[in-house]
């Protein structure tokens, strides 16, 4: 699947797509990154059986870690390294199995230490997540690793 560059320095685009490619806890879930502009970032992933809670849905896990994906994502596309301070979740739906769940995140503010981001967690049209995400600020992308 290719990766869309929504507008940001090829160079960027081409060290957090490859940064994204070999996460290996995205390799584990299936989650992919499908773009990145600046401030924003935008993954999916195709649930199956393996993503199930007790109840046949999609687990509130996978959402979780797709809203956080792309939260930090958006902050990777700016150049910069964080870890997640904080976030707080609104699970507004199950997930439904065997379908594209689609998170985008963006990047509201990024001061000095802390950014603050949000993401939004889609199946189809149906909103399934609201999140809001606090980071700090651990430097800038090496370009040179």
């Known amino acids: 699947m290719e990766i869309k560059n929504l507008g940001i320095d090829e160079r960027l685009f081409n060290k957090i797509s490859g940064i994204a490619q070999k996460m290996p806890f995205y390799n584990l879930l299936g989650i992919r990154s499908t773009a990145f502009g600046p401030g924003f970032a935008e993954l999916k992933v195709s649930t199956r059986a393996e993503h199930a809670n007790h109840l046949d849905m999609g687990h509130g896990g996978l959402l979780l870690s797709l809203a956080d994906g792309a939260m930090g994502n958006a902050i990777r596309s700016l150049g910069i390294l964080a870890t997640t301070v904080d976030f707080s979740t609104a699970l507004m739906s199950p997930a439904p199995l065997g379908q594209d769940i689609l998170a985008r995140g963006q990047v509201i503010k990024a001061g000095k230490n802390l950014i603050f981001a949000r993401a939004q967690v889609y199946a189809g049209d149906k ?19």
């Open 127 to 145: 909103q399934l997540v609201e999140t809001r995400g606090t980071f700090f600020r651990m430097g800038t992308i090496d370009f040179e690793e």
